[in-house]
């Protein structure tokens, strides 16, 4: 019974911050991938972000490498993805994701998924 829940998305002005938040309850296995992922209307899912949470294995993906971060709280079981220097571009609704197997260069399918927080930027 892992359940994932994301908070922290609202409407930001380009070039500000935001903070989302990534509660993660039922594991398991505490040794797997948590990953972020977005959605924007007319668009594909994009696979962000990824963090393996028994090291130190993180992924960004181009589109917000040197702006986001990702990291995760092993005590607390939260996951977290800064978002700096925002763009319109980002607009979507952003997921959390848990329970990848971690294969030591990638992760794999997620088992887990968050109903979504959405993220607006406006210019």
């Known amino acids: 019974q892992v359940h994932v829940v994301e908070s922290g998305g609202g409407s930001v002005q380009a070039g500000g911050s935001l903070r989302l938040s990534c509660a993660v309850s039922?594991?398991?296995?505490?040794?797997?991938?948590v990953g972020w992922f977005r959605q924007a209307p007319g668009k594909e899912r994009e696979g962000i972000a990824a963090?393996?949470?028994?090291?130190?294995?993180?992924y960004y993906a181009d589109s917000v490498k040197g702006r986001f971060t990702i990291s995760y709280d092993n005590a607390n079981n939260i996951g977290y993805l800064q978002m700096t220097s925002l763009k319109p571009d980002d607009t979507a609704m952003y997921y959390c994701?848990?329970?990848?197997?971690?294969?030591?260069?990638?992760?794999?399918?997620?088992?887990?998924w968050g109903q979504g927080t959405q993220v607006t930027v406006s210019s």
């Open positions: 039922g594991y398991a296995n505490i040794n797997n991938c």
């Open positions: 963090i393996y949470t028994g090291g130190s294995y993180t």
């Open positions: 994701a848990a329970d990848a197997p971690f294969y030591g260069a990638y992760c794999g399918e997620y088992d887990h």
